[in-house]
């Protein structure tokens, strides 16, 4: 059984069956439902429409509840075409209102009888065995409990269900609890959002899991939808580290299963999706924003997170036209009900698009750390064909930094064929790096995301340790390419300040003695910076002087030139001589 939202206080549901589109469908052509809103769709190929159930090209309105005034929407739909919604009489409502697929309505109200002063609620799941689900609104209720009550219907008797005060996650229980339940499988295992509300209002929503009355809190959130092994899907929230209470930076879509959580992330460059449904093998539709816009896409998840939009053919005449902003159901036939608008007359309409049976896992890769120039180990990827006819596949890359080291695939996969692509991290730059292996096939690039880092290096060295002021030293460094560097010497010599190359070298003087540090600061997006250092030793070079006379022998009286010359000196004083011959000093 599958369901999604309505809204912020409604769910629709669907079932599990099978059925596979129509050629139209089958060549991902979009089949038009109309003008209206889809909610849910079975393996039948019935849809619940805003304006009724269609089924093999009609629509059929749904039954009126007595003294109805306004027709409610049916939000679900199960394998035998049994439909759960609500609708409004002159009595009040709405009202969740069964409609099974032998005619006629009823409401699901008339079995309540726990609380007073009924306002509103609507049904919101219904599984194959007539099991209906869904929440009941009744805020002036007399004595205590949760005005939003979530409840179970089965053979006349409405059951509500209690919430437990003791969820795994922080929320204070302090308060009353919401719990608007959304889904349930055959298995009689519901799903919803429950909201503690400590001091009354401003708490978060928590998705769980209710199997048999136990309880499996999964996070901030809402879970949407459950197939029949337990699998879940629904949309998680993003909260600011650190941050004010309940400061939400962002939302993704999940897949619960076997215990652990999938993040299915969003469309590129987004920051929020939601999934709406998902099939018996697990492969999940919804929606997500994108980059540079608050709009939606509706996606579909086959093991990677595709654009349903880029799905439709080129040949689809209505394709230059439509934009599928939400997909709301999917069956196990991969058939999608999506919600999107047609540009001419700006009206939201619900089309059916047959999904390719192309199934990719995993979503992405982890490499972990490589140095520059090394191959990590290879990890593989597998693409299967889940469907009867043969799917083509086109040639298959990788983004730099990454490589393909086998490939199995050829130009098409068999029916129920799989093939492996392994795939390893040979980094070329410094850095954090990401990219993706490419997998065309039939016009669409799917695409597995790829992740490695490799560490920044960098060293320099002198030609020599110790040096002559005045002369000449070379000082050589190298640090991996991709690198951005700068150069800093303690004597502040211009020839080695500043911005450098990754690599290279320089031939320094010094105009002075001392132990002189030459380093450089080299950085790379996603790594630790790193600072070499090396040091070189300058001395003065050594003093030298001659002093000649000429001539060297006099009588007293006579005169004599003394000649002096030095190298390398920078003061000198006389010494010795006559006491009145003007020489010392």
């Known amino acids: 059984m599958y369901c999604r939202p309505l809204g912020v206080i409604a769910a629709i549901c669907w079932a599990a069956g099978l059925t596979l589109g129509s050629a139209a469908n089958a060549q991902n052509l979009l089949t038009d439902l109309g003008v209206a809103t889809g909610y849910a769709i079975n393996n039948t190929g019935q849809v619940a429409l805003s304006s009724g159930i269609y089924s093999k090209g009609t629509v059929a309105p749904l039954p009126a509840l007595p003294n109805q005034i306004s027709a409610g929407p049916p939000l679900a739909i199960n394998a035998n075409g049994d439909a759960a919604g609500s609708a409004t009489t002159t009595s009040g409502g709405p009202f969740a209102t069964a409609y099974p697929a ?169 920051k929020n999706s939601i999934g709406y449904a998902l099939n018996a093998t697990g492969q999940v539709v919804g929606s997500s924003d994108f980059t540079g816009t608050t709009a939606t896409h509706a996606f579909f998840y086959n093991g990677v997170m595709n654009d349903l939009n880029a799905l439709m053919s080129a040949a689809d005449p209505l394709q230059p036209y439509v934009t599928l902003t939400s997909a709301v159901g999917i069956n196990d036939g991969l058939l999608i009900l999506a919600n999107g608008v047609d540009s001419r007359t700006n009206l939201t309409h619900a089309y059916l698009i047959q999904a390719p049976f192309i199934q990719i896992a995993p979503a992405a890769l982890s490499f972990g750390t490589e140095a520059v120039g090394g191959t990590t180990q290879s990890q593989s990827v597998t693409v299967t064909n889940g469907g009867t006819t043969a799917i083509p596949l086109g040639t298959i890359s990788t983004s730099s930094n990454f490589s393909v080291q086998t490939n199995s695939c050829g130009a098409s996969l068999a029916p129920s064929g799989q093939c492996t692509i392994t795939v390893a991290f040979t980094p070329t730059v410094a850095g954090a790096l990401t990219g993706g292996l490419t997998i065309p096939s039939a016009g669409t690039n799917y695409v597995v995301g790829l992740s490695g880092v490799a560490p920044l290096t960098a060293t320099i060295s002198a030609s020599s340790a110790t040096a002559t002021v005045g002369k000449s030293i070379t000082i050589t460094w190298m640090s991996s390419p991709g690198s951005t560097c700068t150069a800093a010497d303690d004597s502040l010599n211009p020839a080695f300040n500043g911005s450098i190359a990754p690599s290279g070298s320089v031939m320094l003087t010094e105009a002075a003695a001392g132990t002189v540090l030459y380093g450089t600061h080299c950085t790379a997006t996603g790594t630790p910076e790193v600072d070499p250092v090396t040091s070189v030793v300058w001395t003065w070079p050594p003093v030298t002087a001659t002093l000649t006379a000429s001539p060297t022998t006099i009588t007293a009286g006579q005169s004599t030139t003394l000649t002096w010359t030095t190298a390398n000196a920078t003061s000198c004083a006389a010494t010795g001589g006559g006491s009145a011959d003007g020489w010392p000093g």
């Open 102 to 270: 032998g005619g006629g309505a009823i409401n699901l109200f008339a079995a309540f009888s726990g609380r007073e002063l009924l306002q509103s609620g609507t049904a919101t799941g219904i599984n194959s065995g007539g099991t209906a689900v869904g929440w009941i609104n009744t805020f002036n209720f007399s004595g205590p409990g949760a005005p939003i009550v979530g409840f179970t219907y089965s053979g006349g008797t409405l059951t509500t269900l209690s919430v437990p005060c003791s969820p795994t996650s922080s929320n204070d229980c302090s308060g009353v609890a919401w719990n608007y339940v959304y889904g349930i499988n055959d298995s009689n295992q519901l799903v919803g959002s429950v909201n503690y509300l400590p001091g009354g209002f401003g708490a978060t929503n928590d998705a769980y899991l209710n199997s048999s009355g136990t309880w499996t809190d999964l996070g901030p959130g809402a879970s949407y939808a459950i197939n029949a092994s337990g699998q879940i899907t629904g949309s998680l929230t993003v909260f600011a580290p650190g941050g004010l209470p309940y400061q939400q930076t962002g939302s993704y879509a999940f897949l619960y299963s076997g215990g652990a959580t999938l993040n299915l992330g969003t469309l590129p460059g987004g």
